[in-house]
């Protein structure tokens, strides 16, 4: 009798059971990855949050990424944001969530909650607690923090007011809310770099709990109780807007110089006309683009995230604002 090759009858066998004929079809199917989900929570609908989703965009596009973008909170604050949060959770399969937190302390529950139920965290543009996540605490469980340092470049706006004015006068700050760590810090920043010029002094801190009209508001009335101010400095988008609009309208242009933080299109016009000083341009593309990458480490390669990842930021002035290579930091809606 003819003997029929071993081969032959283990391929045989392994054709009547179903079995896969060939060794890369098994190695193609043990190769494949589920899809990863990411989403982005931000902190509300503003031309920063809007700029750092491109970045997001952009990196999760790269990377195959499925990405899915909450509603923007129409205001600041645990109240709205929370339930969108939520509402985002709610619908399953999120790997990873990155979130502006709208408060230091309110959205740790919550976020402890999803965190419990198996999704990473990553805070962006602001933080837990005081942000050390390195340390035992409650709320220790994001994978990082990505963000600007605040601290950092509230000094250095300090600093380059300090200069404009001849290193003396007294200043006004207005800014959003108090349980809010990018701003706090900001805050706490240039009250420190103005402490290196005595000559100079900060005479009032007004919250406008994000409303740029509010800050218009505040900004006029304090100009009036203290007309001696000669500058001012509004922490983000919509306190630098309305503290810009308050000192047009009482016609102080030029006697009053403005600092500002985030680089939206409006401030930078602003700039150019000559109506404000100086902006603080963030990177929230670049800071979108790296919680995307860094969670996607994290889950492919098992990656150490860094604990705290800071991207720097640049000033706009009056003399670099027209410059070509300065316009990749201007926002957009």
């Given at each position: ?10 391929l045989l066998f392994a054709a009547?059971?179903g079995l896969p004929l060939f ?286 990842v800071i991207p720097g930021f ?20």
């Amino acid at each position: 009798m003819k003997k029929i090759p071993v081969l032959v009858l283990v391929l045989l066998f392994a054709a009547s059971l179903g079995l896969p004929l060939f060794a890369g079809g098994a190695q193609e199917a043990v190769g494949e990855e589920e899809e990863l989900t990411f989403a982005f929570v931000p902190g509300i609908a503003d031309p920063f949050y809007f700029t750092m989703e491109r970045g997001i965009r952009q990196k999760a596009d790269e990377l195959g990424v499925n990405l899915i973008v909450s509603e923007y909170p129409k205001s600041w604050g645990p109240e709205a944001q929370v339930p969108i949060l939520e509402a985002t959770a709610a619908r399953g399969g999120i790997d990873l969530i990155m979130i502006a937190p709208t408060s230091v302390d309110a959205l740790i529950a919550p976020l402890k909650k999803l965190h419990e139920q198996g999704i990473e965290i990553i805070t962006v543009d602001t933080f837990l607690g005081d942000g050390d996540y390195s340390k035992d605490t409650e709320y220790s469980f994001p994978l990082a923090y990505i963000g600007t340092d605040n601290h950092l470049g509230g000094v250095r706006v300090a600093e380059h007011l300090a200069e404009m004015l001849g290193e003396k006068g007294k200043l006004y700050i207005n800014t959003t809310n108090p349980d809010v760590s990018s701003v706090s810090a900001r805050v706490a920043g240039f009250k420190e770099g103005i402490t290196n010029f005595p000559n100079m002094e900060v005479i009032g801190v007004d919250y406008n709990l994000d409303v740029q009209q509010k800050a218009m508001e505040q900004t006029l009335s304090a100009l009036q109780k203290n007309p001696d101010i000669v500058g001012v400095f509004g922490t983000n988008v919509f306190s630098a807007q309305g503290v810009y609009q308050a000192v047009v309208n009482a016609g102080l242009t030029g006697a009053v110089k403005i600092a500002s933080w985030d680089a939206t299109e409006t401030l930078i016009n602003a700039l150019k006309e000559g109506q404000v000083d100086l902006v603080l341009a963030q990177k929230p593309a670049e800071i979108g683009s790296m919680a995307v990458d860094w969670g996607y480490k994290f889950f492919t390669e098992n990656a150490d995230v860094p604990n705290k990842v800071i991207p720097g930021f640049e000033f706009f002035t009056k003399e670099n604002v027209n410059d070509p290579d300065m316009q990749k930091f201007i926002y957009k809606k």
